[in-house]
């Protein structure tokens, strides 16, 4: 295998000088202009390691996890290889989950969105086959979909392959342990022997490595080298948060945390401009800094918030290189770096000359497993932090008031009101508290002083669709909970179906809820507990799945193995012997014996 590693990507600040463009990688104009209208600055090192060897027509393995800008990097040489608009797909990418097949296929077609006849298609269990077929019938050059339902597709001949020129299994690791593993390799098999093909994993255990050299030919292999020390005067946190509520977040934090200046990074130089505005809107003294910005007026920028006439500065990568600045007391990483080396840069531009700093790192739901990484790298521990919520930032600002108070009491021009004050008191009689509140209403916006209470959160079944399931053990969901239950975050009734695979056929809970969502069309918050047994396991999932859906879940396999997903009817004495059927036909036909489970009191 040849290696194409850590050297091949530009390290650390080093990398930002002098990396590459994305016009130095050879990339046509026509994606120039796409990468141009979406505001990236320069390609991430992942993107400047894996774009020139896809390029030439080389085969890739790519150690890189979610964030590090991985699609583009295998989305855009594959786009410039596109031949022709013929019907026939010429890529496939593999992605273990709908979301991601969803993300992965709006990433081409942001990339695309200069090259007319370009189709994107993206095929995931749980979506209606219909649609699929009217879009594979309408051809598309490139498909995204779950291994599971590109199976299906095949097998029903409806999906053809000859053509295919690129081959993308996202996310390797994933989908092999969500039990995709012969479903991957069948389709690296009985596709044409010459595609290229690009593995990405965020790690890389045997059985990758053994496919790789069994189905690759002399892969480059890509790995970013991690930087691996910080400043340890550098706290770090990381908190929750996902993207909607970013701002509210962040706004929370500026309320709460005391600090002198503050770098916030995002990504893209719209994003800059963006969030700087936000902030001045709310009263902040916030400016951007991108690569689009002259050097002079970054310059001045920087100077601003030397002097304290900016408290906040917003930043891409590129812009903030180098940038030292004292007075930095915190760094926010409002966007997650797309890689471990970015990041150390990022919070080194806090804790200089000897001060503390503080980092926070804001990590969306699916961005979890990136901390790891980020801890590995920087050798210290990033301790979660909970959201300030709307007591502790009304606390906040009441003591701000009083501050005010306090300070103004100080003030050499307070013998002149208080002598104006005493005129008004005698005047008209009013009491002096009064007249303090009525100063403190020309001052103050009464109607916003304090945040309002954050509204009940709706039952609503998309709310945290990007929540894992709730939680996993050995024992089943009877011998746990007394009585029916609903799903603590959606509220959804749930019921106990029963899969015909267990610790016998080593499944792990992830393989069944990644099988399970991608084919049922669930989301990873309808799952409740899961048990698994012997010989099968115990899933909650809400009661009320439709026939398309347990039609679907009929035909799912887990490591090989159908599921024949019923639901459960309790221990093996009470059962009514449906075996395998249609467990929505069996709850029809007869009063079904299992216990549909009802809100708790
Ligand atoms: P990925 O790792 O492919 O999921 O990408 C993570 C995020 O990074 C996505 O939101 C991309 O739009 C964004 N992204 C990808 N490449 C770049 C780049 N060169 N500059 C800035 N953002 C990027």
Redesign the pocket.
Known sequence: MSTSPADSVPSDDERDVNGPSFADLGIDDRILRA?AD???????PI?AATIPPLLDGADVVGL??????????FAIPILMGLQGSGKQPQALVLAPTRELAI?VAE?FQKYSVHMPGVHVLPIYGGQNYAVQLNGLKRGAQVVVGTPGRVIDHLERGTLDLTQLRYLVLDEADEMLKMGFQEDVERILRDTPEDKQVALFSATMPPVIRKISKQYLKDPTEITVKAKTSTNTNITQRWVLVSYQRKLDALTRILEVESFEAMIIFV??KQATEELAEKLRARGYSAAAINGDIAQAQRERTIGQLKSGVLDILVA?DVAARGLDVDRISHVVNYDIP?DTESYVHRIGRTGRAGRSGEALLFVAPRERRLLDAIERATRQQVTEMQLPSVEDVNAQRVQKFGDTITENLASANLPLFRKLIEDYEREHNIPLVDIAAALAVGSYDGDNFFMEPDPEPAPRRDRDRDRGPRDFDDRGPRERREGPSRHRQTGAELATYRIAVGKRHKVAPGAIVGAIANEGGLRRSDFGHISIRPDHSLVELPADLSDETLNALSRTRISGQLIQLQLDQGPPGFRSGTGGRNPRRDSRSEKPRYERRKPRA
């Open positions: 990468i979406v505001g990236y600055e320069s390609p991430s993107q890189a996890q979610t964030g590090t800008g991985k699609t583009a990097a993300q990433a990504r893209t891409t797309h």
